[in-house]
C-alpha cells in the first residue's frame, strides 16, 4: 500500500534495526535484575549463646556463635553450613527448630530452601539450647522481619512454641553482656524462675525481667544488661521483633453434637461399669478397686464426658479381667469366638461409612485404632487356653469402639478423601515423627523406644489404612515430642510445662474453630489431661501432647485452598511485576519512537 502524499515510509536510518534490539535488551535486563530479586526470598541473622566446654564436658565459660539465614525458593532443603563443627543434636535442633517456625506462621515451607550459617569462637557448637533462637530467626525472616542485633535468646525449642530450659545460664549472660548485648532472654521454666500462666485465655503472657532476689542469674542483670523471661515463642518474637503475633481468639464453643454424642458415649460406657461391678457382686467376688476409680469417677464433673468414659473404661478393664479370670475355659473360648465375630462385623460397618467430613476422618481413625488393637490381641490369645486379661482387654476396646460410632455423620466441613494424597501424607508425618525420635534417640535408646513401637505400627498401615497411620505417627511424634521437653526440665517445674502445653493446645484449638473445624481428638484429649492434671501430671502432659498433635488433622487432608506467599516473597514478586513494568514501558517509548517517520525536510534555496 502506498504512503499517504507528503509522509516518508522510510525509517530513519539513526534509528534503525538496532532500537528495537536496544529495547529488549533493556526488557531482559529489567527482568534479570526482578528475578535475581525473587530468587532471595529473605535473609537475617541473630547471636547464639554457647558454653565452651572443657576436659570431662566441665564448662570453661560463656561465649557467642553467629547464625545466618538465607530462605530462596526451592523444595524445602535444609542446609547447614558450620565453623567449627556441630554436633548431630545440633542438626537435629536445626531442623525441628525450623519446622516449628514454619507450624506457628502456618507456611508451607515445601516452597523454600534454608541456609543456615553458624560461625563460633568455641571449638564445637552443640545441645538443643540454640532451638529457641534458630526458631526466632526463622520466623523473623519469613516473615520480614528485621531481628534486634542487641538481643539474644538462649533455651530449646518444644512442640506448641514451648521454650525450654537449658543449663549454663550464667555464663551465657556474661559472654553476651561481654560482646555488648543488652538484653539475654531466658526459658521462664529455667530452674532460676517458675513463671506459670493464670490461665489459658489465647494471649501470651507478658515479658517479665527477673526480680533482683531470683538468684545468681539477676545478678548480672547490671551496667545496661537486662534478663528477661519468655516462655513461647510468640514472647520471644515480642522481644525480638518488636512484633505483637499474639492473637486473640474467642473460646471455643462445644458444638452441642459433640456434647450429645459424648454424652452417649460416658453414659453407655459407664453403665457398663455399673453392669460388670453388679455381676461380680452377684458372683461373690471381691473387687479391689486399688486405682480408686469409683472415687475418681464421681470427682468429675457431670459436663466432664470424656474424662467420665476414660475413667469407666479403666474400671471395666479391671473389673472385666477380674470376671473373666474366674470363668471356665469352656467359657473363655466362647467369649474369644464371639469377640471375633462381633469384631468383623463391626469393621464391616465401619468401612461401609461415608467418610467426608475432618470429624467423620477422626472417628474412623479412633474407632479403628481401638477395633485393630482388639484384633490383634485376639489373634495372639491361645485358642485352647485365652487369657483373661488379654480378652478383658479386647472386649472393653471393641465396646468402646462401637461407642465412639456415634460421631460418625455429624455436620461439618467436607474435606477431599483421595487415598494417593492420605498415603502421601501418611509418609510425611512418619518422616516427621522419625526426626523426632531419632533426635530422642540421640540422649537415649532407652527413652525412644516407645515412640519407636508406636512408629513400627504407622508404618505397617502406611500402605492399607493411610487414616489411621496419619493418627497412630502422630501419636508416636507426640511421644517423642513429650521426652525431648522433658529432657531439661527439673521435676519442680513440671507443673508450669503441662500449664504452658494446655495453652498452646488450647490456641491450636481456637485457631482449628476459626477455620470452621472442631478437632474432636484434640479437644477431648485436652479435657482429659486438665482432669488428670492434679493427681497424674506425667499422664497429664502424655495427653496435652496428644492434643497438640491431633488438633489440626486438617493439614494432612486436602483442601481446596488458594496458594499464599510469605510476605519476603512477595516483596521480591512486586520487584518482579515493577521490573517487568518498566521495562515493558521503555520498550514501548523505544519502539515507538523507532517507528515513527522522519519528517521530510525541505531543501535549502541555494543562494
Known sequence: MRAPSGISSRVSPAHGPRAPLLALALLALCVLCAHAALAKAGEGHIVLLTVAEGPNDTELGGGTADLYLQVRPGSGAIFIDSFPLTRLDTQGSVRYANQIACDFLQEDCAQYDFFYTIRANSAIVGGPSAGAAISVLTVAVLDGQKVDAKTAITGTIN?????GPVGGIPQKVAGAKAVGITRVLIPALSSVANVTRPNATGSGAPLADIPPESGDV????????????????????????????????????????????????AQDICARTALLRSQAEARGLAYNDTSNYTSRIAAIPSSRDYSRASMCFSSNIELNTLLLGNSTQAQLRLARTQLLAQSRSLEKDVRARNVSTITDLETYAIVMERLIEAQQLLAKSDPVSPDPSGLAYAQERLTSATSWSVFFGIPGKQVELD????????????GEAEERISYVGLYSDALAATPRDTLADAYRLSDTEPVLCIFIASK??????????????DESNIAGLLQEKLHAGDIVIRKQARKGFFPLLGYSYAQYAQDLSAQQPLSALTFSEYSL??????????????????PAVLEGVELFLLGSLFGASVAFFV?????????????????
Open 159 to 163: 512442640s506448641g512454641g514451648i521454650i
Open 218 to 265: 539477676a545478678s548480672l542483670s547490671d551496667g545496661g544488661m537486662r534478663v528477661s523471661l519468655v516462655g513461647t515463642l510468640e514472647d520471644a518474637l515480642a522481644a525480638v521483633t518488636g512484633k505483637n503475633y499474639t492473637r486473640d481468639l474467642p473460646p471455643v464453643q462445644e458444638p452441642p453434637e459433640y456434647a450429645q454424642k459424648m454424652r452417649e458415649i
Open 419 to 430: 487415598p494417593a494424597y492420605l498415603r502421601r501424607a501418611c509418609l510425611a508425618k512418619i
Open 476 to 489: 508416636a511424634k507426640a511421644q517423642a515430642n513429650l521426652v525431648s521437653s522433658a529432657l531439661f526440665i
Open 549 to 566: 498433635e491431633l488438633s489440626n488433622l486438617d493439614l494432612y487432608f486436602p483442601q481446596r485452598t488458594g496458594y499464599r506467599l510469605s
Open 591 to 607: 519502539l515507538r519512537h523507532a517507528s515513527r517517520p522522519a519528517s521530510r525536510t525541505p531543501p535549502r534555496k541555494k543562494r
